[in-house]
């Protein structure tokens, strides 16, 4: 009995056919990375006070004294949200009385935003903040938005992929990114809050259902070595990398529909893709369509320029492993023992608190010193060696310290950035870019780190819970940001603690590394330092290609 490894061994690697699958599906990754943070120039809050109508009859210099000032950031500025009361103001002016040498300011009676808003153009022309008034009274609909997207997140990600267990990778690959397209183009042309907030829902659906297709399509079509790479580096580079494009957008495009259709429209670009990435040959032979799957493997040899063999795939002989296992585990074995139920739970915190503080501080870009493109794209390109030193963290060191030592530094620096002088903004600027470093390459590292802990028969459910519990964190993420119009440091104290605190109880967790994969609940490794239950014969490489499939259904961002 062969399994498909096997089969198509003759392949080979890395030849011309899984360059090119490799790299169009890390490519169409790319407009997942700007959409999935473009609410963070949709809905940019710009500098705003209240509006005085024309029609008002104050002098210069009432109009100028209309607006009381309020402490914030240590300074005297403009009140956002409230001014003088303008008939009062208009008897004033009438009478020939000065602000603040006739009438003292202070003792007037002051009144909401009740004409509306005027707002700075400086950063933007116009954002779903300025187009809607969310601002005042209405500032809790902007992260509403912000989390209705992840709402979506989590919805997808529990139908994904069920949708591509059953129609196929590549079907709900293509109908997913249509999905995404289709969604935010129609959003372009919102005419209310409401209108945009229901169709970012569904875009966010969209988003982490092509993400999860076009993930599982590379883990099944590529090779063992190269899956690895895929995984940890190609997929998440591409994902920084559109990340990194969407500050640039932004800057050139200032005006929040023409961006949100710049980009949408690089989706369109996929299309053509249709007719170059296949569909998993492993899926077609779990259906029974084995010449549809051979089709596909003989076209791969042509393009890699190889022999193939007379007969591919013979029913008889092949093992298909997805058709033999049996599920007979439920949510509940995650409870069954108290060991397996103190790593749920600590998977469980340790995932949220690190999608918290991930999403916290992408999404408070705009709150920064300094540029906020700038910024925007610092905290993009911080990605990148975060993704590098995470993979090489796995490749040679343990898991447990690896983890801790990057919460710890993304904790910590979080934590310092309340003592920098206000003058040193560049150095607070620093302080955040190594916390997103820490964080990101905690993310990077906890699904690996989880996947090996959990054994095989319950390893999917025990990722898909952990996994779920990031989602919730992304949720709740916008709210930690928005926490900073009371304090600015309370995000960064916050977050900072947090994170902290998940890196000591990181430290409770069993060492996987070097370890076999375990296979069933009673061969897991044992939290506070237990010795390890020795498992079965078979080692961990030997697992480690039957399993990876299984993993990584579950695990992406």
Known sequence: MRDYEEVTAFLGEWGRFQRLVFFLLSASIIPNGFNGLSIVFLAGTPEHRCAVPRGANLSGEWLNASIPLELRGGQAVPSRCRRYRLAELANFSALGLRPGSDVELGSLAQEPCLDGWEYSRDVYRSTIVTEWNLVCDNDWKGPLSTSLFFVGVLVGSFVSGQLS??????NVLFATL???????FIQVFSTS?????????LVGMGQISNYVAAFVLGTEIL???IRVLFCTLGVCIFYAFGYMLLPLFAYFIRDWRMLLLALTLPGLLCIPLWWVIPESP??????GRFQEAEDIIRKAAKINGVTAPDVILDPSELQDLDSQKQQTYTILDLMKTRNILTITIMSIILWMIISVGYFGLSLDTPNL?????VNCFLSAVIEVPAYIISWLLLQNLPRRYSMAAALFLGGCVLLFIQLVPSHLRALSILLVMLGKFGITSAFSMVYVYTAELYPTVVRNMGVGASSMASRLGSILSPYFVYLGAYDRFLPYILMGSLTVLSG???LFLPESYGMPLPDTIEQMLLVKGLEYRPASSSTRDSKEEEENSEILKSTAF
């Open 165 to 170: 267990d059953k129609f196929g990778r590549k």
């Open 178 to 184: 249509a999905m995404q397209t289709g969604f935010s």
């Open 193 to 201: 809050w409401e209108m945009f907030s229901v169709f970012f829902v």
């Open 223 to 225: 090779g063992k070595s």
């Open 282 to 287: 492993r899926w077609l032979i779990s259906q």
């Open 369 to 373: 010193h300094g540029d906020v493109y």
């Open 504 to 506: 000591i109880l990181t």
